[in-house]
């Protein structure tokens, strides 16, 4: 009896391989197309391109993505807050792993309290909409 190696599969998924297109990402992430195309723009989360320009996405940028979206509405921070943080974190040489953790030691060193991301958040949720007449 022999045992043969595995071979190593050049298809084999990788967290790196872009293989869904931005209406999957849109429903994963709760967020608009039209967000992920801002954030491309404002290149915080810059997707592969197919063959035919179309954008398409890896499990790793999914992962960005819901860290952007940590930081816009749990500690409601701007666009380009986020560009700022995303150098500072990858020129300390934080692990990606590390970055909720890591800010959320910042956030609570700064007073930053809990009840703070709260308000955030409802300051976020009633954005956009028109006040009520009385």
């Given amino acids: ?9 050049p298809q084999a998924l990788s967290a790196d391989k872009p293989m869904f297109p931005i209406s999957v990402v849109a429903d994963i992430l709760k967020i608009h197309q039209r967000t992920l195309r801002i954030y491309d723009e404002a290149n915080i989360l810059v997707p592969s391109r197919s063959p035919k320009n179309r954008r398409v996405y890896s499990m790793n940028d999914i992962e960005r993505g819901k860290f952007v979206q940590y930081l ?9 807050g986020i560009k700022i943080i995303f150098t500072l974190l990858e020129k300390q040489n934080i692990p990606k792993d590390d970055y909720i953790p890591y800010l959320q030691d910042i ?3 700064l007073n930053i309290t809990p009840e703070i991301q709260q308000e955030n958040r409802e300051k976020l ?3 956009g909409r028109k006040k009520s007449a009385k």
């Fill in 1 to 9: 009896m022999t045992l043969t190696k595995e071979k190593k599969n």
């Fill in 72 to 80: 816009t509405r749990e500690l409601g921070i701007n666009l380009s």
């Fill in 107 to 109: 956030a609570e060193s």
């Fill in 125 to 127: 949720s009633r954005r």
